[in-house]
């Protein structure tokens, strides 16, 4: 069974990549990243396709990491870093793409699945929808950049110390999420922004994304550097065992 799905509206000339774990919150397994980007370059190439949706199915956008990954690498630092590397290549292929991304946040996006919505040219929240820098109850340093970029320094670091969990309709009238609608205005709300993305001129949205990307990438390219700098850190520290066990057996974690 797949993990990514996709489907194309003809009518307003976007595609939906879904991810579809429901079971698993849906997760990004290595496997789940790998597809992802292959689906969206896919698309991206196709000159009848004018937007990307991207979202998860069921109730929930992505849980992030898949736990059980890291377990299974928790004694190989590298292979750590490789997988969590996966991550910002994904998020790569999304800001590189010629065509807008579009976040269709319907719930909980945490860890790897908030910044995997970060990373969207566009977001599109329901109520339900909750973000989290989850990767600090992981023992790892969230990744802050694109949050302190949209939504400022001094929540950032709250949310980021805390691993705290951010509702999308708290922060409706910031700059995180260009919509915040009902649960069942969701479809509606992502629909009318890719249609009046496909009436436009496709080279001049092309080129606007091209700037648009580009006027803040020296700020989040120079900081994520060094967030992944101290990412190699924790994962030979022994926090980040400590901190996967005892998510993996609901436990509370205890640091020395």
Not at 33 to 60: M, N, P
Not at 108 to 132: F, H, K, N, Q, W
Not at 146 to 158: N, P, Q, S, T
Request: charged residues 25%; proline residues 5%.
């Amino acid at each position: 069974m797949a993990n990514v799905i996709v489907s194309h509206d003809s009518t307003d000339r976007y595609a939906t990549v879904t991810i579809d774990r429901p079971d698993a919150g849906n997760a990004m397994s290595p496997a789940v990243i790998d597809d992802l980007g292959e689906q969206i370059e896919t698309v991206a190439a196709d000159d009848s396709v004018r937007s990307i949706v991207v979202t998860g199915s069921g109730r929930t956008f992505s849980a992030g990491a898949d736990v059980d990954a890291f377990a299974a690498r928790a004694d190989d630092p590298d292979a750590v870093i490789e997988y969590l590397e996966s991550f910002s290549e994904l998020y790569a292929i999304i800001e590189s793409a010629s065509i807008p991304v579009i976040g269709r946040v319907n719930g909980p996006a945490y860890g790897g699945g908030y910044e995997l919505a970060m990373a969207c040219d566009v977001r599109i929240a329901s109520t339900d929808a909750t973000l989290c820098p989850a990767e600090i109850r992981m023992g790892l340093v969230p990744p802050f950049e694109r949050l302190v970029l949209e939504l400022g320094d001094g929540i950032a670091r709250e949310l980021c110390y805390t691993g705290g969990v951010l509702e999308a309709e708290a922060v409706a009238e910031t700059d995180l999420f260009s919509r915040v609608v009902a649960p069942d205005r969701l479809d509606a709300a992502v629909r009318d922004v890719a249609g009046r993305i496909a009436a436009r001129s496709p080279n001049a949205v092309a080129q606007t994304k091209r700037a648009m990307v580009r006027h803040r990438a020296d700020a989040i390219a120079r900081a994520s550097t060094y967030r992944r700098a101290l990412d190699e850190q924790c994962v030979r520290h022994p926090d980040f065992a400590e901190s996967v066990a005892a998510f993996r057996e609901g436990r509370d974690p205890v640091y020395e």
